[in-house]
């Protein structure tokens, strides 16, 4: 088994440098075809494993080598398959190589061809040691691996202006968060002596709460920045910049669910800590409503799928933060499902349109474009929560949850984004493939995406149909080997079916709504002229609450002010030149001193002389000092030195 | 008494004779001075009793390394006066005196503040006799030593003057020295 | 005053030693610094026999005897050599030897 472990982790990684070979090469197709491969073989290797953990029920721990090892400092790379990560590494495996398939015909007409696949596979790569690293250390170098593909494929098309700044968003933004993982990492080493997930949560019940609390806080922070929690959310909706498989598999299945895999993979610390839950659960539900309330308005159909990934993964946190930690894997699975299919459809629509992605310039295009048509209109189905698809096992468990933990104000908010996400899935689907038709005058005859692309999406399609009800027991019973199982069931027969059904009717009457609002034929683009433009919550929402603007206002200006003063200040009046002081002083001294080597016999005599007297000044100081050392201790003490 | 006034003589001549083979421009009269510095140590040897080490001194100084020197100066035209540029007098003085101030604190400090017993007491046998006896009993190796070492700076000594004794390069031209060398 | 001990020389030998300084660091003809170099062995010497002398050890003579040999294979060698670059370079002033320069 353990070299089906190996496959599955560094498949990815061959793949990634074959294509490096030709990064800097002519478009090569089967430079995509060949990683593709080799993230399928990853993938094959995972569900061999995910087979064995199903039979045995046991992990797969190895030790690859010693990575470090320093006094009481021992860190190797080791890896461990067990019932969390290798549901990690499904999830990763499967996505990718659908995404890679994907991206064979998506980035077609690219010149980064070769490129592109080398940087997805290494991202691959970097996941799956993040998911399967059995400590904090290896986690971490996966963790920053994630951060770097990030940047690399946020970036991609770099000579766009947007996009490298959106780049660099992304990373400062992850840095900031980093910090706080780091700081917490090292509180877990501090205090347990260890990295070693197994050992470290061991020790962790012996710890008090205090501590456990800002280990907790800690490691939360890290999450929140790879997860884009408030406040450090800017940074996802930016990154739409990047291709449109990028978005789908790493800012929208995989990465940005670090965050909550580290949440899941720490139970046992939350466990000790449930104020901290609540926190997170409580922001979870925040970020929840607050990034669906973006989505609402916004006009630029990647922006508003990555809003409701946002909101997904406030769903998440607020599972996980309520203890329902099989129910936040479970959700993140899904989620991971539907949200990959909805970007990859959405890419085949910006593909049609040529990288147009204001969905009031589209309509109608349902009628040349069918199949993309069905494949989002059930990924958002999907995502609404309607049964019997994905979307409704996992998420109205989270709204269950928070309904039996009697956190009513985080049902209430979780119970109201659902109305929204439905609402503004269907109204970017509505503008999209229905309604008048609005493309044909901006001189746009769009086309369906190539036979393969569509046949890749399938299997996304059918896990989004049908992972929630065939998957749900055999999740619960593999996880909860590992994770807290409670079960979540309203005992009241009258009141489950109440939520349930009213939670139906509620999302599928903001679906009906939004059809109603959006299909109607007098849709036009907006201008900035229609009342509802100029009031001021759609302002608001538009803006993102002036977020983004009050980051640029109070922070990065007052940071550039200073910086500049530094640099004018410190750096060139100070560092500089005390550089260029050191600088002049050994060349003035070399100039000066150079008399010294004119080669005349004599003035070498008189220069040994010299050096012999200080020699022996010397001798005659220390013979001095060492003979009366005793009184010399003695007259400094009484000194108080 | 005596023992003081001849230290105080030969102290003052000492001084003098060396004072003027440093600071002389002829340097014949710097020979001359030298030779008889060295006779004048040679009586503080006897004065300190080291009768043997007073005879070296004036066998080995005055007698070969003077007739050395008196050979050796024969062949540089000690009548051309050379032209010496002279830097800072004080820099020189002031150096060389703390030089040998601090050597003399280094090494005779010690042996002054301690009693450190003999390790080759001086027995009632004349002095002669008793370096003889510890020059061929306890220092048999560097005396040896020193014997090769002589013999080694005679025949280097012949070499190095000697070759080609009968051509001199000062007398021949320019172009016949580069003939020579480029063979 | 009239008592000779073995500062008086020690002072002796560190007044020669002192003039054989000033000499090696003076003077530009080579046989000069030779005849310095001579005086500075020979101070040391005094130094030896007035040490040997007043502790009543052999040591001090044995050292200044062999001081002497060496002061006689250096004359020996250093003559030679002063005489091969005299017949070169016609000259023995230390100003006009400079092929150290680095």
């Known amino acids: 088994m353990e070299m089906f472990l190996y496959i599955a982790l560094f498949a990815p990684l061959v793949g990634s440098l074959f294509a490096g070979l030709f990064g800097a090469s002519k478009k090569k197709l089967f430079v995509g075809i060949i990683s593709s491969f080799f993230i399928f073989v990853s993938f094959v290797a995972s569900s061999i494993l995910l087979s064995y953990v199903l039979k045995t029920g046991s992990s797969i721990q190895v030790e690859m080598m010693t990575w470090m090892a320093t006094g009481d400092l021992y860190i190797p790379f080791g890896f461990v398959v067990d019932q969390i990560s290798v549901t990690m590494m499904m999830v990763v495996t499967l996505v990718s190589t659908i995404v890679h398939v994907y991206a064979i015909g998506y980035m077609d007409h690219d010149k980064g061809f070769n490129r592109f696949f080398s940087y997805l596979s290494a991202f691959v790569f970097s996941m799956m040691i993040l998911v399967m690293s059995d400590n904090f250390a290896g986690l971490f170098i996966g963790w920053e691996g994630v951060g770097l593909c990030s940047w690399l494929l946020i970036g991609f098309w770099y000579h766009k202006e947007s996009a490298t700044w959106a780049a660099n968003e992304a990373f400062i933004m992850n840095r900031i968060a980093d910090l706080g993982m780091l700081i917490g990492i090292f509180l877990v080493y501090w205090n347990t002596g260890t990295l070693q997930y197994t050992e470290a949560f061991a020790a962790m019940p012996g710890l008090d709460t205090e501590t456990l609390t800002w280990i907790g806080i800690f490691l939360f922070i890290g999450a929140m920045g790879k997860s884009a929690q408030f406040p450090l959310h800017t940074w996802l909706a930016d990154a739409m910049e990047g291709p449109t498989p990028v978005s789908a598999l790493i800012h929208a299945a995989t990465m940005v669910t670090a965050g909550v895999y580290l949440v899941v993979r720490s139970n046992e610390l939350y466990a000790l800590i449930p104020h901290i839950g609540l926190f997170i659960a409580s922001l979870g539900a925040f970020v929840a409503i607050f990034a669906a309330t973006m989505a609402l308005v916004n006009r630029d159909i990647k922006r508003v799928i990555a809003y409701s990934t946002l909101s997904q993964l406030g769903y998440m946190f607020a599972a996980a933060g309520l203890g329902a930690y099989w129910v936040a894997l479970f959700h993140l699975m899904a989620h991971a499902f539907f949200k990959a299919l909805l970007f990859l459809g959405a890419g085949n629509v910006m593909h049609a349109m040529h990288d147009e992605l204001d969905p009031f310039k589209m309509g109608g295009l349902g009628k040349s474009m069918k199949t993309t048509m069905i494949l989002m209109t059930l990924a958002s189905v999907a995502l609404a929560g309607i049964f019997p698809l994905a979307g409704f096992f996992s998420k109205d468990l989270i709204l269950e949850v928070a309904f039996i933990d009697q956190h009513f104000i985080i049902y209430g908010v979780l119970l109201l984004t659902a109305g929204l996400t439905a609402f503004y899935s269907f109204r970017i689907i509505a503008l999209i493939f229905h309604g008048e038709d609005r493309h044909t005058a901006l001189g746009h005859h769009p086309h369906e995406a190539y036979k393969f692309m569509l046949w890749a999406m399938a299997p996304l399609l059918v896990l989004a149909i049908i992972s929630g009800f065939l998957f749900k027991g055999g999740f619960f019973e593999m996880v909860t080997q590992l994770l807290p199982a409670t079960e979540y069931h309203i005992d009241n027969a009258a009141t489950y079916w109440t939520i349930t059904i009213g939670t139906q009717i509620f999302v599928l009457l903001a679906i009906y709504f939004a059809y109603k609002k959006y299909m109607c034929k007098s849709i036009k683009i907006p201008d900035g002229t229609s009342a509802m433009e100029n009031s001021f919550k759609y302002k608001l929402l538009i803006n993102q609450y002036y977020i983004p603007h009050f980051y640029e206002e109070y922070l990065v200006k007052p940071y550039r002010a200073l910086s500049t003063i530094f640099w004018e200040k410190v750096d060139n009046k100070i560092v500089d030149a005390s550089v260029d002081g050191i600088a002049k002083i050994i060349y003035s001294s070399g100039e000066k001193t150079r008399g010294m080597q004119s080669g005349n016999l004599s003035t070498m005599l008189k220069w040994m002389v010299a050096g012999l007297v200080i020699l022996l000044s010397l001798a005659v100081v220390f013979g001095l000092a060492a003979r009366h050392s005793v009184e010399i201790t003695t007259i400094l003490s009484g000194l108080g030195v | 008494m005596f023992e003081a006034i001849a230290f105080y003589l030969f102290a003052f001549l000492t001084i003098v004779m060396f004072y003027i083979t440093v600071t002389t421009s002829q340097a014949l009269y710097a020979l001359t001075a030298l030779a008889a510095g060295m006779i004048f140590i040679s009586a503080f040897f006897f004065i300190l009793g080291a009768d043997f080490l007073g005879a070296v001194q004036i066998v080995v100084y005055s007698g070969a390394v003077m007739a050395l020197y008196a050979f050796g100066m024969m062949f540089f035209d000690t009548t051309r006066d050379l032209k010496e540029k002279q830097g800072n007098k004080y820099v020189v003085v002031g150096l060389s005196t703390i030089a040998a101030v601090l050597v003399v604190l280094i090494f005779m400090a010690p042996i002054i503040s301690e009693n450190i017993t003999a390790l080759y007491p001086i027995g009632d046998g004349g002095n002669t006799q008793e370096i003889g006896m510890v020059l061929f009993t306890k220092y048999l190796v560097p005396f040896e030593v020193a014997a090769v070492m002589l013999l080694v700076a005679m025949i280097s000594g012949i070499v190095l003057a000697g070759k080609k004794m009968d051509e001199s390069l000062t007398l021949q031209s320019e172009e016949e020295i580069n003939e020579k060398a480029s063979k | ?102």
């Open chain 3, 1 to 102: 005053m009239m008592e000779i001990g073995l500062n008086h020389y020690l002072v002796l030998s560190t007044i020669l030693f002192c003039i054989g300084l000033v000499g090696v660091m003076r003077r530009k003809n080579l046989l000069m610094l030779f005849f310095a170099t001579e005086i500075l062995l020979n101070s040391v010497n005094i130094a030896f026999a007035a040490i040997s002398h007043f502790h009543g050890d052999l040591t001090g003579q044995m050292f200044a005897f062999f001081v002497i040999a060496i002061a006689a294979s250096e004359v020996a060698v250093g003559l030679g050599l002063l005489i091969v670059w005299h017949k070169r370079h016609n000259n023995i002033d230390l100003d006009t030897m400079s092929t150290m320069k680095g």
